[in-house]
């Protein structure tokens, strides 16, 4: 027996599950694509659900990981070195944004294949 899925609630929860992360400020964020993953029974929108809480988590720890850095030596010089480095900060948001626009654009163009974002490490 085939089962067909339709295209467009498959786009629209796929991009939900993707435009989270412009959301990710709030750790509740990440409870977006959760939700959709454990309430779709639809294999290319839980194969997303999934790669975007990758994407949180991946974003979230390259964050931590660049950010605390970067609040220390501002911290310490008063200003002037968060400054200097507001450039990585700059390109952080820029990868971020910008792998989150190519993986909406994904998903409006090809609604049958499920987008994977490149270097990210992968947890669930």
Same mark, same amino acid.
């Given at each position: 027996?085939?089962?067909?899925?339709?295209?467009? /609630?498959?786009?629209?929860? #796929?991009?939900?599950? &993707?435009?989270?992360?412009?959301?990710?400020?709030?750790?509740?964020?990440?409870?977006? %694509?959760? =939700?959709? *993953?454990?309430?779709?029974?639809? %294999?290319?929108?839980?194969?997303? =659900? /999934?790669? #975007?809480?990758? +994407? &949180?988590?991946?974003? @979230?720890? @390259?964050?931590? $990981?660049?950010?605390? %850095?970067? =609040?220390?030596?501002?911290?310490?010089?008063?200003?002037?070195?968060? +400054?200097?480095?507001?450039?990585?900060?700059?390109?952080?948001?820029?990868?971020?944004?910008? $792998?989150?626009?190519? =993986? $909406?654009?994904?998903?409006?163009?090809?609604?049958?294949? %499920?987008?994977? *974002?490149?270097?990210?490490?992968?947890? +669930?």
């Amino acid at each position: 027996m085939q089962t067909s899925f339709d295209s467009d /609630k498959r786009k629209l929860l #796929s991009c939900l599950c &993707h435009g989270a992360i412009f959301l990710s400020t709030t750790v509740l964020s990440v409870g977006i %694509p959760i =939700a959709v *993953y454990f309430v779709s029974d639809d %294999p290319v929108v839980r194969n997303n =659900a /999934k790669e #975007s809480i990758n +994407f &949180h988590f991946n974003v @979230w720890f @390259w964050a931590l $990981l660049i950010g605390i %850095p970067i =609040a220390i030596i501002s911290f310490i010089t008063l200003g002037i070195g968060g +400054f200097l480095l507001s450039p990585v900060i700059g390109l952080g948001f820029l990868i971020h944004w910008g $792998l989150t626009i190519v =993986a $909406l654009l994904h998903c409006f163009t090809q609604p049958d294949e %499920p987008f994977r *974002y490149p270097f990210i490490f992968r947890v +669930f």
